[in-house]
T-cell receptor
Framework: DGGITQSPKYLFRKEGQNVTLSCEQN?????MYWYRQDPGQGLRLIYY???????QKGDIAEGYSVSREKKESFPLTVTSAQKNPTAFYLC???????????FGQGTRLTVV | AQRVTQPEKLLSVFKGAPVELKCNYS??????LFWYVQYSRQRLQLLLR??SRESIKGFTADLNKGETSFHLKKPFAQEEDSAMYYC???????????FGKGTLLTVNP
């Protein structure tokens, strides 16, 4: 069953702790993306990657970090430097520029 | 810089009425525009893209470069069209994909 998988669905962390969100795709897509979805804010781009071992900052990269060591994986770390980490996080992938992006089901992170 | 603006947060129409969801963009080159839809409890998915020039579920969208717009239209709305709609833009030689803030469409019976 091809697709893009995010795990876990819900994640709780204490303030001050780093946390890593998983995103895996078996669609053989080159590009992968991380978005943050907040009510009234739409989808805001955190990081994106066009190819293995390369990634670019999006519009709200501060307090986040990523890696792209494998084509199928693009984990996102929410660091303690992120001031408002509680949010819904979406991962996506696409084959080439201008083609359809496929989205995961999202991870809801709550920091208490 | 690339930017997408959806001026309406909420749009409510009655079944059978025409619907238009507005999208304006800012980009200096030749953009690629998309409409994505998120139905309740479902994943965000592609509805249509300007390069295809096709109609999906009765929806169409025309890229107007002069007005930098890509409005989504449907002549007769259905209750099942109720969802969150996002306009998105991909521009330049990179893969950056930028979304608007979304419009929540409610089609009333």
């Amino acid at each position: 069953d091809g697709g893009i998988t995010q795990s876990p669905k819900y994640l709780f962390r204490k303030e001050g702790q780093n946390v890593t969100l998983s995103c895996e795709q078996n669609l053989n897509h080159d590009a992968m993306y991380w978005y943050r979805q907040d009510p009234g804010q739409g989808l805001r781009l955190i990081y994106y990657s066009q190819i293995v071992n390369d990634f670019q900052k999006g519009d709200i990269a501060e307090g986040y970090s990523v890696s792209r060591e494998k084509k199928e994986s693009f984990p996102l770390t929410v660091t303690s430097a992120q001031k408002n980490p509680t949010a819904f996080y979406l991962c996506a992938s696409s084959q080439v520029r201008g083609t359809e992006a496929f989205f995961g089901q999202g991870t809801r992170l709550t920091v208490v | 810089a690339q930017r997408v603006t959806q001026p309406e947060k909420l749009l409510s129409v009655f079944k059978g009425a025409p619907v238009e969801l507005k999208c304006n963009y800012s980009y200096s080159g030749s953009p690629e525009l998309f409409w994505y839809v998120q139905y309740s409890r479902q994943r965000l998915q592609l509805l249509l893209r300007h390069i295809s020039r096709e109609s999906i579920k009765g929806f169409t969208a025309d890229l107007n470069k002069g007005e930098t717009s890509f409005h989504l239209k449907k002549p007769f709305a259905q209750e099942e069209d109720s969802a969150m709609y996002y306009c998105a833009l991909s521009g330049g030689s990179n893969y950056k994909l930028t979304f608007g803030k979304g419009t929540l469409l409610t089609v009333n019976p």
